[in-house]
T-cell receptor
């Protein structure tokens, strides 16, 4: 079945370090791909998305490219800040009328000054 | 401001009691969803609704029930049949979209349920 696999956390970085969080997926057809972020005690917020192969989603300095050949959607940021500390979820949409989302387990990021 | 509200933020329940979690949206979205989040895990779909007066079971519907009498509202009842109800519950909504439309889901702030 459809699934999403993320690298396990926690990921601990110093401020201004480069961030990569790996995400790979298994899906039939051509899913849309998403990264959501969850700050402590809050709901999820959409960070970025891509709807077809080779699309690059970007927002707030974060980027991810939809790679169909490697079934990946890795999240990157060139210089992280303390305020980026959160849990990041990769997800795919299997389409259909209601856009069911399948989530990875989440990766906790901790950024230290 | 448009968005999704969930209430209460924290909820405590005694074993054997039913409890209802509220979810309201003013985004004019047709579809609404309930997810359960446990520590260190991703979100699991409990129920979803594409239209008023219609809903379907998700991956972990046992011990839960929902209703969709209004477009804006999608309350979730956690029944006494749910064996391990302590968790963080998230409600979401989205506009309708066809395959590959990439329509995002908007999430509420969540309700943390603790069974005493």
């Amino acid at each position: 079945g459809d699934s999403v696999t993320q690298m396990e956390g926690p990921v601990t970085l110093s401020e201004e370090a480069f961030l990569t969080i790996n995400c790979t997926y298994t899906a039939t057809g051509y899913p849309s791909l998403f990264w959501y972020v969850q700050y402590p005690g809050e709901g999820l917020q959409l960070l970025l998305k891509a709807t077809k192969a080779d699309d690059k989603g970007s927002n707030k300095g974060f980027e991810a490219t939809y790679r169909k050949e490697t079934t990946s959607f890795h999240l990157e940021k060139g210089s992280v800040q303390v305020s980026d500390s959160a849990v990041y979820f990769c997800a795919l949409s299997v389409g259909g009328g209601y856009n069911k989302l399948i989530f990875g387990a989440g990766t906790r990021l901790a950024v230290h000054p | 401001d448009g968005g999704i509200t969930q209430s209460p933020k924290y909820l405590f329940r005694k074993e054997g009691q039913n409890v209802t979690l509220s979810c309201e949206q003013n985004l004019n979205h047709d579809a609404m969803y309930w997810y359960r989040q446990d520590p260190g895990q991703g979100l699991r779909l409990i129920y979803y609704s594409q239209i008023v007066n219609d809903f379907q079971k998700g991956d972990i519907a046992e011990g839960y029930s929902v209703s969709r009498e209004k477009k804006e509202s999608f309350p979730l009842t956690v029944t006494s049949a749910q064996k391990n109800p302590t968790a963080f519950y998230l409600c979401a909504s989205s506009s309708a979209g066809g395959r590959g439309s990439g329509n995002e889901q908007f999430f509420g702030p969540g309700t943390r349920l603790t069974v005493l």
